[in-house]
């Protein structure tokens, strides 16, 4: 299978902190990941300005806005942005359980891609739980259209991503990033990809509030000739669209655990892919529950349907 399908659930081994800036808020953010129990998922720990701590779980359910990137909670109370870049890592380096302490409302966007994550993680290292991984396996197709654009889940044997998008400006165009999905495979060949905007909607952005920590050190900037600006160019001939699967990792890792199955996308963005993954969930013939069970005198791996419990974080 694509993606690496260990059998039992994993952590961190020690803490790990990173700290920058918000890509929208313009804001000072520290963050820090710390070891979890087996079975608590990935859970936002909000310090809020009264000194209480706001627990938001990273599920497509805790989804409270789309429009440029992804939240968790309500936007006019307690919530956590831009943790796609985060979740992709998540689920491309298969982490299970974490807890994530933030001390603002928006995930530090870095140098604009998923690799100071991929780093910090692996410098802390990933541990081996003694519980039984789970994944969601889909078993028939589920599409979702939105005019021109469409996402799509369809049963494969691994995890696999197709990511096509198509942009007016001649510096993107028509791109497609496609792979079968593991750790090895995110590290090199999507984890560095980053986001990316045009010159032309900065002040409108920056009217609305969006786009305050913006720079040339955390985004790919597309100039009013067309051309990137930034200094050094592009990491692939297409990382706009490994990035949009970058995206799309981290919005289904939302799904509180790994699909086996093949994503598929046109032109979609993080609305879509939310959607989707609520189509998804939301009907419960196109998918179930399974573990892997060792096979007798050491023949490998096969995967089981198991039992889910009717308040299982997946199930919406």
Same mark, same amino acid.
């Given at each position: 299978?694509?993606?690496?399908?260990?059998?039992?659930?994993?952590?961190?081994?020690?803490?790990?902190?990173?700290?920058?800036?918000?890509?929208?808020?313009?804001?000072?953010?520290?963050?820090?990941?710390?070891?979890?129990?087996?079975?608590?998922?990935?859970?936002?720990?909000?310090?809020?300005?009264?000194?209480?701590?706001?627990?938001?779980?990273?599920?497509?359910?805790?989804?409270?806005?789309?429009?440029?990137?992804?939240?968790?909670?309500n936007p006019d109370g307690p919530h956590v942005a831009t943790v796609e870049h985060l979740m992709a890592t998540v689920f491309g380096l298969g982490? /299970?359980?974490? !807890? &994530?302490?933030?001390? $603002?409302?928006?995930? +530090?966007?870095?140098?604009?891609?998923?690799?100071?994550?991929?780093?910090?993680?692996?410098?802390?290292?990933?541990?081996?739980?003694?519980?039984?991984?789970?994944?969601?396996?889909?078993?028939?197709?589920?599409?979702?259209?939105?005019?021109?654009?469409?996402?799509?889940?369809?049963?494969?044997?691994?995890?696999?991503?197709?990511?096509?998008?198509?942009?007016?400006?001649?510096?993107?165009?028509?791109?497609?990033?496609?792979?079968?999905?593991?750790?090895?495979?995110?590290?090199?060949?999507?984890?560095?990809?980053?986001?990316?905007?045009?010159?032309?909607?900065?002040?409108?952005?920056?009217?609305?509030?969006?786009?305050?920590?913006?720079?040339?050190?955390?985004?790919?900037?597309?100039?009013? /000739?067309?051309? !990137? &600006?930034?200094?050094? $160019?592009?990491?692939? +001939?297409?990382?706009?669209a490994r990035h949009k699967t970058l995206d799309a990792m981290g919005d289904l890792a939302l799904a509180g655990a790994c699909f086996i199955g093949?994503f598929r996308s046109y032109r979609g963005g993080h609305r879509l892919n939310a959607a989707a993954l609520r189509r998804l969930l939301s009907d419960?013939?196109?998918?179930?529950?399974?573990?892997?069970?060792?096979?007798?005198?050491?023949?490998?791996?096969?995967?089981?349907?198991?039992?889910?419990?009717?308040?299982?974080?997946?199930?919406?």
């Open positions: 299978m694509g993606i690496i399908l260990n059998d039992y659930q994993t952590t961190l081994k020690t803490r790990a902190t990173l700290s920058g800036t918000g890509v929208h808020s313009g804001k000072p953010v520290s963050i820090h990941f710390l070891p979890a129990d087996a079975d608590t998922g990935i859970v936002f720990h909000l310090a809020g300005k009264d000194g209480q701590v706001r627990e938001l779980r990273a599920l497509v359910s805790e989804v409270g806005a789309t429009d440029l990137c992804t939240m968790l909670g982490i /299970d359980n974490l !807890v &994530i302490e933030i001390d $603002g409302n928006e995930v +530090p966007i870095l140098d604009g891609s998923s690799m100071p994550f991929v780093e910090a993680i692996d410098l802390a290292g990933i541990e081996t739980q003694a519980v039984k991984r789970r994944f969601i396996r889909i078993v028939k197709p589920v599409r979702i259209e939105n005019g021109a654009s469409w996402a799509e889940f369809r049963p494969y044997d691994g995890t696999r991503f197709e990511v096509e998008i198509d942009f007016e400006s001649p510096a993107i165009g028509r791109q497609k990033f496609a792979s079968d999905i593991n750790a090895d495979v995110f590290r090199h060949d999507i984890a560095r990809a980053r986001t990316f905007g045009f010159m032309k909607d900065v002040e409108r952005l920056w009217a609305a509030g969006y786009a305050l920590g913006s720079s040339l050190e955390n985004s790919l900037v597309i100039g009013d /000739d067309h051309k !990137v &600006i930034n200094m050094g $160019g592009l990491r692939f +001939p297409n990382e706009f093949c419960r013939s196109a998918f179930e529950i399974v573990e892997t069970t060792r096979r007798e005198r050491g023949r490998g791996a096969e995967m089981k349907a198991v039992s889910a419990p009717l308040h299982a974080p997946w199930i919406l």
